[in-house]
């Protein structure tokens, strides 16, 4: 049951996140894409349950449990349109612009125990995840003053620039424990995203070094077959030639061999003290062309089976 459980999870969250994505796109719109679906239907389901939280407290709809589902609704309205969008990036700036702007006001309506003001750190990290730097420097660089500013206002006016609802009495303490998960939930999805970048980064550097030593591997092997053949005669329609030359009659296979490899029979007969037939000769001649000892047997059964329906004939 937990298995099932966590594979539904799993499976709900994969879907989520890779709503919109495409082959066409590139690998840094593909990230953003799914950077800004986590995001929103995160922040959409942080809405919803703070609204909530608001009417089981209050015991009634308010103005606030009200702008909360409106911002639930928003959220994932403003997912499908910023996605759509050819104006990303400005629209992105805008959300930012305005979160930073509710953020301020409900941190004072509420007061400093309600913790909302800890929401200006994940609205600062994002800028790092939906941004380029190097293409979006001043964007950057203006909505980072922008928080930091309105964050240290209200920190200076301690949290009193409006204002404080009457009314939030105990709820106080009941909205920190709510943004304190919260922002642990917005934090978590950099984590996971840096893990799953640190994870393609390692996949991608383990299978260059793979390749990179097959690649060397295959040099060397190309070397020393060099050192061992006719270097002025051979070439890759001649080595096609020779593997083809197996299936036909051993002794032109051997004298084939033999040409480009003139020193290699020599080598074999110095190292043993009996007469090797021609087909001994011509096996240790498939050995050194690379032929898997399956590949020389599936040859052999076949050479075998030829024979027998000839004699048969």
Known sequence: MTNKLREYIF??????????????????????????????????????????????????????????????????VLNRVVIG???????????????????????????????????????????????????????????????????????????????????????GHTLLILNITSILLLLSLNFLFFIDKRDDYYFVLHRNAWKRMEIENLNQEVLRLKKMMNKDEFSEDKLEELINYVHLNDIIFLEKFDYF????????????????????????????????TKQIAIILILRSNLWKGRSTD
């Open 261 to 292: 490899f003139p020193d290699f029979r020599k080598k074999i007969i110095a190292m043993t003290d009996l007469p090797l037939s021609v087909s001994e000769l011509k096996l240790c001649a498939m050995l050194k062309l690379g032929f898997s």
């Open 85 to 171: 969008s050819r104006f990303i990036k400005p629209l992105l700036a805008a959300i930012i612009f305005s979160l930073a702007i509710i953020i301020t006001y409900y941190s004072s309506f509420c007061g400093l125990e309600s913790g909302i003001f800890l929401f200006y750190f994940p609205l600062i990290s994002v800028l790092r995840l939906f941004f380029d730097f190097k293409t979006d420097r001043i964007l950057v660089v203006f909505l980072l003053v922008f928080i930091l500013v309105v964050m240290y206002i209200s920190a200076i006016s301690g949290f009193k620039l409006i204002e404080k609802n009457p009314l939030i009495g105990n709820y």
């Open 11 to 76: 499976n709900v969250y994969d879907n989520i996140s890779y709503m919109g994505v495409n082959d066409q796109q590139s690998n840094t719109d593909r990230d953003l894409t799914i950077l800004l679906n986590r995001y929103f239907i995160l922040c959409s389901i942080i809405f919803l349950i703070h609204g909530i939280s608001n009417i089981l407290y209050f015991r009634y709809f308010t103005w606030d449990s009200i702008a909360l589902f409106t911002f639930s609704i928003l959220s994932i």
